[in-house]
């Protein structure tokens, strides 16, 4: 009866311009999707709409797997390098991820509950300085949040303040180049992601050039750019002109 409901919902998803994909999962991510949640969303590649399972976050379909993969491939080469700062990782799976590939993870969100050494509840748009000693993470993580913060400069700085030297800096946002993002904006006046039914969360719409530009001037080095959805056609890798203008979702990976 459940699969004869999904198809069911499937036929409308195809009618309705959704094309449903089947990832090719790393060994890894499928042990991950064993134990942490995962499910069937949509997202945007290129002008067209598919549906993928993934696993559960608050970012587009491929984003935490690329990120994992990552994060994996850092702490294979030095199982020491393991503190991870989680900017704005919210109370639920994300840092447990994580915390499963070996990291030491501490948590910032405004919304967390479990307060202790390793979880605050800290507003990164507040002027407060993060409780942190200088120099002290090996990782940190900012997924799908600068576009929630007032003033990325002061991310930045936080960032630059508290990771170590050849430490890494994983930024994920929402790509407002990307060619769907950019008819959205010239037929409806917003960037995908920033219609007015996300103003209450998304008030920061972000340019590369501008991410680039405030990493420059704090001397992080830009080691490379992925795509969201290069994770399932895996096309573009190094092609920065396909990725831009294809994917929802752009993911940083920056040393400091």
Not at 54 to 60: D, P, Q, R
Not at 234 to 246: A, D, V
Request: glycine content about 6%; some cysteine; hydrophobic content about 40%.
């Amino acid at each position: 009866m459940k699969q004869k409901i999904l198809n069911f919902v499937k036929n409308i998803l195809r009618k309705t311009g959704f094309i449903i994909i089947r990832p090719k999962d790393s060994s890894l991510i499928k042990d991950i999707k064993k134990i942490f949640l995962h499910n069937e969303r949509s997202f945007v590649y290129g002008l067209r709409k598919y549906l993928v399972d993934s696993l559960y976050c608050h970012a587009s379909p491929g984003v935490m797997e690329l990120v994992v993969n990552n994060l994996n491939l850092f702490i294979k080469k030095d199982v020491s390098r393991n503190k991870l700062l989680n900017l704005g990782g919210g109370t639920g799976q994300v840092s447990k991820i994580y915390e499963s590939l070996g990291f030491e993870v501490y948590n910032v969100d405004i919304e967390e509950k479990n307060i202790d050494k390793k979880h605050i509840q800290f507003d990164l748009n507040s002027t407060d300085h993060l409780p942190y000693q200088d120099n002290y993470f090996d990782v940190i993580v900012c997924s799908e949040i600068i576009e929630h913060i007032e003033n990325p400069w002061k991310l930045f700085r936080d960032v630059k303040k508290h990771l170590k030297e050849s430490g890494l800096f994983v930024l994920t946002t929402p790509n407002i180049q990307s060619s769907f993002s950019k008819l959205k904006f010239l037929f409806l006046g917003y960037f995908h992601w920033f219609t007015p039914n996300c103003f209450s969360f998304h008030i920061n719409p972000i340019f590369k050039w501008e991410v680039e530009l405030i990493a420059n001037k704090y001397d992080f080095k830009l080691e490379k750019i992925c795509g969201s959805g290069d994770y399932y056609f895996n096309k573009n890798s190094g092609k920065l002109k396909k990725i831009m203008n294809k994917n929802e979702s752009l993911i940083f990976f920056f040393k400091k």
